[in-house]
């Protein structure tokens, strides 16, 4: 009998783990498409700094990814349990600021603003400000994007009992977390390996070392660019989401287009992300202006 009983509970155990498997590998290709904007988004984060930095830098940014999936992860379950009508408006609440974010940087480079009229020693930070602010940035920006994979890991898992729940929401953050910043350490370091093969290597290997050094600037530049796309992509596709009549006519826009010839396919796969993008582009321009507008009414009666 005692042998019987613990075969059973093996049985019960690879069962589980059986399950779990599953679970995690179906939560991992619907999180997919976050996880290429949350790689683009942290490898834009942290590009800039001094060299000897980046991976100090890196390593700072998955401790506090770690953290924000170890406040994530319990409280998604937690509101799952007990108030499951919150969690469209907390994610659209993150998308907006995602926005926000991203058309504040257009809107620093591009617009007038009052930091340009300041002395300009004044307005250069200090090498170590200036890096603490891109951890904090990087830090705030994966609290949205980690929250976004969690709550849809979570609706994943949503029928599962509690504890494959958690087995499968933990092995998903920590997954995410190592796959994306191991990713980013190799981007921002690109360029020293490029230097390891001109240096030590072949022919060959010097080939592909010189190719990586010319390359490897402009890529980090376009990361620039990437990661603000990504910024209105992932912030727009969550507000549009949280909006049906918009999520419905995005995809009622974009179906007809895979009836054209050639290209059609493609274009209906793209046309969703560029629409949720300029919606994204358009929520964040209103958001900049409502903050803008409350901090100057909040000045007025501050100086009054």
Same mark, same amino acid.
């Given at each position: ?76 379950? #937690? +509101?799952?349990?007990? /108030? &499951?009508?919150?969690?469209?408006? *907390?994610?659209?609440? !993150? ?115 010189? #190719? +990586?050094?010319?390359? /490897? &600037?402009?890529?980090?530049?376009? *990361?620039?660019?990437? !990661? ?77």
């Amino acid at each position: 009998m005692a042998g019987s009983s613990f075969f059973a509970l093996i049985d019960d155990i690879a069962g589980i783990l059986d399950d779990v498997s599953a679970m995690t590998k179906v939560a991992a290709k619907k999180t997919a498409g976050v996880l290429g904007d949350d790689l683009a988004l942290n490898a834009q984060q942290v590009s800039g700094v001094n060299a000897d930095r980046e991976l100090p830098v890196v390593w700072a940014v998955a401790v506090g990814s770690l953290k924000n999936k170890a406040i994530l992860v319990p409280a998604a379950l #937690a +509101i799952s349990a007990f /108030a &499951p009508w919150a969690v469209t408006p *907390l994610l659209m609440l !993150g998308g907006a600021f995602l926005c926000f974010e991203g058309f504040e940087k257009l809107a620093h480079k591009y617009l007038p603003h009052e930091e340009e009229h300041h002395d300009a020693a004044a307005a250069q930070p200090e090498a170590a400000e200036s890096e603490q602010d891109k951890i904090k940035g990087a830090v705030r920006t994966d609290f949205i994007l980690s929250a976004e994979i969690i709550a849809i890991t979570l609706g994943t898992v949503a029928g599962a009992p509690l504890q494959q729940q958690i087995t499968v929401l933990v092995g998903i953050a920590l997954i995410m977390t190592v796959g994306v910043y191991g990713v980013v350490a190799g981007i921002v370091k690109i360029d020293d390996g490029g230097l390891y093969l001109l240096r030590t290597g072949g022919k060959f290997a010097q080939r592909i070392g010189r #190719a +990586i050094l010319v390359a /490897a &600037p402009y890529m980090m530049k376009s *990361l620039t660019v990437i !990661g603000t796309v990504a910024m209105f992509m992932v912030g727009g596709g969550i507000l549009t989401h949280g909006l049906a009549p918009v999520h419905h006519w995005i995809a009622d826009v974009s179906a007809p287009l895979a009836a054209l010839p050639a290209i059609g396919g493609l274009l209906s796969v793209l046309a969703p992300s560029v629409l949720d993008a300029v919606f994204g582009v358009i929520a964040g321009a209103v958001v900049l202006l409502l903050v803008t507008v409350v901090k100057r009414v909040l000045n007025i009666f501050r100086k009054n």
